[in-house]
């Protein structure tokens, strides 16, 4: 395995940081102005975020998550991940690289039809209009997709959903203008054919957008969405892929998005650890700077070899999928959605710890920064599941012969 930057990967990078040092990060005072201004029950995107977008966009820093736009395979997508992870409310979106969007763009690529790809798929890659996926639901554990409740029946040329979701995550967003929501079509069939996904414009009858949910108090720009169907009627031909498809779809789908939102995580653990180094050398307490006290030493060290660690898996797991495919790379993903934000919450509260009572208030990123990375332990999948999943993978592996060898007979 050769996780060095190829050439091309290099020349992205050095772009991209210099695109983060000269545009994103000044922009953050003027978004969290505007954010502030206008409270948390607005949705509207800063106009900054626009002004980024167009910058980007010149700049040929645009849609790097997808290989058949960017050309990067996903190990060479990584470390341009992992530089946006420093900014996560801004950089992903000023690149159109944002989750859901760059999920559900990867769902159309692969499933949809070439009409659903011109009416949706071209202007979310041309960042004009953003999208949301509905797939939890508030009544049942939507950890097993095998719960999901909401119905979607088949009515001569039309399809009628019913059910209620939250965590529709960009739904709040006056731009998003299409959901991809998952839900029953066929109850009596095998557990994992009953479901499917169909393309829902959020402006179709029946829609209820009740409200956003907060992360800790804090209310994201695009807002995490709970949202009644109430006899929503769309047309046949809005379904994607066949009947019965939908959890096979949705597996391909969380796949490429759960490593992406690791290679962010390590963005955002690298920014966290960066504020920790720096306000321990320039702290004085019990006379002589925090840098030069042991315990403090030990969370800088501690911080800096999870960080590499998390790196090297989710670089390997990234290797895995560009040379074997997504299914080869189960088990490392899990590994890697299990690691990364748990690794990235042990970082920021380290750095919290540092920053005192400043570290749990706004007048820091450190707060905001630990809530997402902890909800990402609940989100595409809680770490219970994939622990799981990797013990599954442990318990199915053939023995190999050391370990057959030392095993009593």
Sequence with gaps: ?????????????????????????PAEKAYDEYREEKGPKDFTVPPVVEELKKIARKQGLWNLFLPKESGLTNLEYAP?????????????????????????METLHLFATEEQRKQWLEPLLAGEIRSAFSMTEPAVASSDARNIQTEIVRDGDHYVI?????WTSGAND???????????????????????????????????????????GWQDQHGHAEIVYDNV???????????????????????PGRIHHCMRAIGVAERALALMVDRVQTRIAF?????????????????????????????????????????????????????????????????IQTHGGAG??????????????????????????????????????EKSPLAAAVIPQ
């Design 360 to 397: 749990v208030s706004d007048d820091t990123v450190l707060a905001r920064m630990y809530g997402w990375q902890r909800a990402m332990r609940i989100f595409d999948g809680p770490d219970e599941v994939h622990l799981r999943t990797i013990a599954r993978h442990e318990l199915g592996r």
């Design 1 to 25: 395995m050769d996780f060095a930057m190829s050439a091309k990967g290099q020349e992205y990078h050095e772009r991209l940081t210099n695109f983060m040092v000269e545009h994103v990060f």
């Design 80 to 104: 341009l991940a992992e530089l946006t992870g420093w900014s996560t409310e801004i950089a992903p979106e000023a690149i159109n690289c944002a989750a859901p969007d760059t999920g559900n």
């Design 174 to 216: 006056p731009r998003c203008k299409v959901l991809i929501v998952m839900g029953r079509t066929n109850p009596e069939a095998a557990s994992h054919q009953q479901q499917s996904m169909i393309l829902v414009p959020v402006d179709t009858p029946g829609v209820q957008i009740l409200r956003s949910t907060s992360v800790f």
């Design 233 to 255: 009627r769309v047309p046949a031909s809005n379904l994607l892929g066949e009947e019965g498809g939908g959890f096979a779809i949705a597996q391909a789908r969380l796949g």
């Design 162 to 166: 019913n059910g209620r979701k939250w």
């Design 287 to 351: 006379g002589k700077p925090l840098a030069e006290q042991g315990m403090i030493q030990n969370a800088i060290a501690l911080s800096r070899n999870e960080i590499d660690q998390a790196r090297l898996l989710c670089q390997k797991a990234a290797w895995v999928i560009d040379k074997e495919g997504n299914k080869a790379a189960h088990g490392l993903v899990s590994q890697i959605k299990a690691v990364a934000p748990l690794m990235a919450c042990n970082v920021i509260d380290r750095a």
